[in-house]
């Protein structure tokens, strides 16, 4: 419980940290794009805003103009009642519908640019909704992760976005293009990231209790780096050495129920959680609510709902000798 306060306390200091200046640097923002899509839609926010603000300045001055210039000056005095001005009825008519449509032609511009076809060199990424958390997998590269979606910067990439249970959307902010994940349906986002990065990204539709804790690491790499990133995630998961601590984390992982729910190659097949291949090599865990540090690892293995409420992953009550045997396991599985 400490612990939960402790780790809590501290996202909150990152967050505010990295709050700093608000609106442009906070981790969610929209204000700074880093993809294709993502200024596309930066821009006609930019332009609609531009707007807004000439309207507003309109609409302020008359507001004033009419407030001062028929002010009551001498409450004994009616003033002049007045009705109807097909002038004034046609004008503030026919302007909403100016304004509309000069709106309308860039956002629906947008929507059909943003919507295109998938190029022929994007990659191809199937991103899947779980209470709670992110599966994405690569068929054309035999790669499977959860939580930390690594891309390539300058390639299109295509998300294939769907949900094995309830709707959740996918979306990080930076690189533009929120899509709902829908059971039974596959959803599609075409973008190219531009900036080599680490962007974070949320589940933006309320799913359940952990709803807030779905979180998405969206890391953007220089295609060298992304490519070595690849022959990592297909190389095979690491074997540990007989009579070290992961040797025996590897025994426990076996005897437990993890293997029913979790996917290491060669070692077991579930698919009801993440694929732990090579889990020692991502950023975070527990769905992104955990930095991936041995501390916390046990913290999350020591009573998964504790830390993320309503986790399928159950309190196993394991023994602090095994919780610290797994966390050496995981931790080799770079
Ligand atoms: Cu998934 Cu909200």
Same mark, same amino acid.
């Not at 009551?72 to 409450?75: A, L, P, V």
């Not at 933006?204 to 209790?209: L, N, R, T, V, W």
């Not at 996917?263 to 070692?267: D, L, M, P």
């Not at 009801?272 to 865990?285: A, E, F, M, N, Y």
């Given at each position: 419980m400490l612990a939960g306060l402790r780790t809590r306390a501290r996202l909150v200091v990152v967050a505010l940290g990295l709050g700093g200046c608000g609106l442009y640097s906070?981790?969610? %923002? %929209?204000?700074?794009?880093?993809?294709d899509f993502g200024n596309v839609s930066h821009r006609i926010f930019l332009q609609i805003l531009w707007w807004d603000v000439g309207i507003f300045v309109v609409v302020a001055a008359v507001l004033l103009w009419v407030v001062f210039r028929f002010r009551?000056?001498?409450?004994q005095v009616v003033p002049a009642q007045i009705r109807g001005n097909a002038k004034l009825e046609l004008a503030w008519t026919l302007a909403p519908v100016v304004i509309l449509a000069v709106i309308a032609f860039p956002t629906v511009a947008a929507v059909f640019r943003t919507q295109a076809g998938v190029p022929a060199n994007a990659l191809r990424v199937r991103v899947t909704g779980h209470q709670w958390w992110w599966q994405f997998e690569y068929p054309e590269l035999g790669v499977a992760t959860g939580t930390e979606l690594h891309l390539p910067a300058g390639r299109p990439v295509a998300l294939d976005v769907s949900s094995v249970d309830v709707i959740h959307s996918f979306w990080i902010p930076q690189l533009g293009g929120k899509r709902d994940t829908i059971p039974g349906q596959i959803n599609h986002i075409v973008l190219t990231p531009t900036t080599v990065g680490v962007f974070h990204g949320q589940c933006?539709?309320?799913?359940?209790?952990s709803h807030a804790n779905m979180r998405i690491v969206g890391v953007v790499q220089s295609p060298a780096d992304f490519d070595a990133w690849v022959a990592r995630q297909k190389a095979p998961p690491a074997v540990p050495a007989d009579g070290t601590p992961a040797a025996t984390g590897l025994k426990v992982f076996q005897s437990q129920a993890c293997v029913g729910c979790h996917?290491?190659?060669?070692?077991s097949g579930g698919i009801?959680?993440?694929?732990? %291949?090579?889990?020692?090599?991502?950023?975070?865990?527990a769905g992104g609510m955990l930095a991936n540090t041995p501390a916390d690892l046990a913290q999350w293995l020591g009573n998964p709902p504790a830390v993320k409420?309503?986790?399928?992953?159950?309190?196993?009550?394991?023994s602090e000798a095994d919780v610290q045997a797994l966390v050496a396991y995981l931790g080799s599985l770079k």
């Open positions: 906070s981790p969610a %923002t %929209t204000l700074v794009p880093h993809s009551e000056r001498d409450s933006a539709e309320f799913c359940g209790a996917t290491i190659q060669g070692v009801v959680g993440p694929d732990l %291949t090579h889990v020692g090599s991502r950023l975070t865990i409420p309503g986790s399928i992953m159950p309190n196993l009550h394991l």
